[in-house]
Structure formats: structure tokens, C-alpha cells
């Protein structure tokens, strides 16, 4: 089937590691997303990519990185430049279009929890 | 920044009420799209409305969007108890520079009590 599979869906860490959240997509799209999702809030954006070797800081990039390689492939990395890393994150993409965002297609997330 | 924001933050109805959640949003919008997210759980899509619509249907759904106010609702019919979840919009400014991208609102906690 069609879809996002994000992994893992729960991951520690301890302060001071890098970690990395995998995002995998079979839907041929172009646009992926990473937003970070804290407890009783909407989600913020992190970083966004509309082609593959091109992406974009979001609202909240300090302290993590991306890399789109890969069409399928958007891993997003945690560093230890972030202060707050626990939240729960979300990967999305969507078909790319020039003038606005279509339907954005959601994995079922990642807790992170820092130790 | 945030674009949209939802009112009220949490809704409480029996089954069978209709829920009415509101969105209001800050700059001029490609399109207003509502999601549905269970707890714990990835968001789903449930409708897009753009600029130059009014009014859309989908099943047990209405949304409206009025421009000249800078606000959606979402309604929900005949509500069920699966409905519980929290519901968000999220606003497509479009900026061609740098590609377009969503903005979410903190979402309506729905409860729809047996």
C-alpha cells in the first residue's frame, strides 16, 4: 500500500547524542515535510523540501538537519545543538505544486524523548 | 509564526450534536485545509477549500471559508463517538520564493460523548 512509514515511533536519547528520524514515502511525491508536534499544540515546521538536493528551514530549524537525496527518503537529524528536543515528530509530503500546498499526507510519527 | 488558530480549544457534545469548530487566520491564503488527528496518531486530510470558494461538502463535513474576514468553520454532523479527536487548520499563503508550505493552528479538541 500507498503511503509514509516513519521509524522509529518511539526513540530516547540521552543529552548531548545526535539522533536521526527516518521519513520513507512510496507516493511518487515531489514535497516532504518535517514538523515537530508538542503536547496539546499544533505543529510547528521544521524543514520542507519540494525537490530532490533542495530544501528549506521552516519556522524552527535551529538545532536539526535534513538531507533529500533520495525522492523517497527525507531523514531529519536531531542534534545536540537543540535545548528541547522532546516532542513528538511528524514527517508529511504532498505532490509539488508551484503556487500553493495540495494535500499533505502524514506518517504515523516519532516520539522523542530525551533522558 | 502562527497563521491559524482554532476556537474553542476543546468541545465537549453528546453523539448525535453537531460540532462547529472556527479558524481565523492573518494573511491572504492560497487555501484552508482542515485535518483530523487521533491521539497519538499521524494527521489525516479531510478537506480543502480554496480562496475563491465559499463553501465545501463532504460527507458529514461543511466548511466555509470567508475571505473578507479571514476565517473557516468546520462542521461536523450527526457527530459520532469516533469522531473524538482533535481537529486543525492549516493556511497556504504561497510564498513563491520559497515554495509553498502549510501553516497549522493549535487545533480543537473534540469530545463526542456515548
Not at chain 1, 503536547?39 to 519540494?50: A, E, V
Not at chain 1, 528551514?57 to 538545532?63: F, H, N, R, Y
Not at chain 2, 468553520?73 to 502549510?102: K, Q
Request: hydrophobic letters at 30%.
Amino acid at each position: 500500500d500507498g503511503g509514509i512509514t516513519q521509524s522509529p515511533k518511539y526513540l530516547f536519547r540521552k543529552e548531548g547524542q545526535n539522533v536521526t528520524l527516518s521519513c520513507e514515502q512510496n507516493l511518487n511525491h515531489d514535497a516532504m515535510y518535517w514538523y515537530r508536534q508538542d503536547p496539546g499544540q499544533g505543529l510547528r515546521l521544521i524543514y520542507y523540501s519540494q525537490i530532490v538536493n533542495d530544501f528549506q528551514k521552516g519556522d524552527i530549524a535551529e538545532g536539526y538537519s535534513v538531507s533529500r537525496e533520495k525522492k523517497e527518503s527525507f531523514p531529519l537529524t536531531v542534534t545536540s545543538a537543540q535545548k528541547n528536543p522532546t516532542a513528538f515528530y511528524l514527517c508529511a509530503s504532498s505532490r509539488r505544486r508551484t503556487r500553493s500546498t495540495g494535500e499533505l499526507f502524514f506518517g504515523e510519527g516519532s516520539r522523542l524523548t530525551v533522558l | 509564526s502562527q497563521q491559524g488558530e482554532e476556537d474553542p480549544q476543546a468541545l465537549s457534545i453528546q453523539e448525535g450534536e453537531n460540532a462547529t469548530m472556527n479558524c481565523s487566520y492573518k494573511t491572504s491564503i492560497n487555501n484552508l485545509q482542515w485535518y483530523r488527528q487521533n491521539s497519538g496518531r499521524g494527521l489525516v486530510h479531510l478537506i480543502l477549500i480554496r480562496s475563491n470558494e465559499r463553501e465545501k461538502h463532504s460527507g458529514r463535513l461543511r466548511v466555509t471559508l470567508d475571505t473578507s474576514k479571514k476565517s473557516s468553520s468546520l462542521l461536523i454532523t450527526a457527530s459520532r463517538a469516533a469522531d473524538t479527536a482533535s481537529y486543525f487548520c492549516a493556511t497556504d499563503a504561497g510564498e513563491e520564493t520559497s515554495g509553498s508550505r502549510l501553516t497549522f493552528g493549535e487545533g480543537t479538541q473534540l469530545t463526542v460523548n456515548p
